[in-house]
C-alpha cells in the first residue's frame, strides 16, 4: 500500500469530493483515463495525486487499485470587498487537502 497526499490545494472541497467518490474502488488506470476526460479542475488534481501514489509505491497503474481517496477542509483564505455605505463584505476561498491510497490487486 502506498499514498499521496497533496495539502493546501486552492479547490473547494464540496466539488473535489464529486470527483473523489466517482474514483475511489477503481483500477488506477481506469481511474486516470476516466479523469483525463472531465472538465473540473478537480479531476485534473486528483489524477496527478493518483500518479503520485502509484509512483510512491513503485507500482504500475494497471495493477493497483484505489483503495481510499478522500478530500478533507483545509484553512480558508479571507478577503474583503468593498460594498455599498462605506461596509464591507467577506469573501471565503476555500482550499482542500486530498489523500489517496492505493494498494494491489488481490489476484482471484
Known sequence: ?????????????????????????????????????????AAKVISKVIASAV????YEPEEVTI???RVDRGPYLKRFRPRARGRASRIMKPTSHVYVEVAQKKDS
Not at 509512483?55 to 513503485?58: D, H, S
Request: some cysteine; charged content about 25%; proline content about 4%.
Open 1 to 41: 500500500m502506498s499514498k499521496a497526499i497533496l495539502r493546501f490545494i486552492r479547490l473547494s472541497p464540496t466539488k473535489a469530493r464529486l470527483i473523489a467518490r466517482e474514483v475511489q474502488g477503481m483500477n488506477a488506470e481506469e481511474a486516470l483515463a476516466a479523469l483525463e476526460f472531465m472538465p473540473n479542475k
Open 55 to 58: 509512483a510512491n509505491g513503485g
Open 67 to 69: 483503495t481510499s481517496c
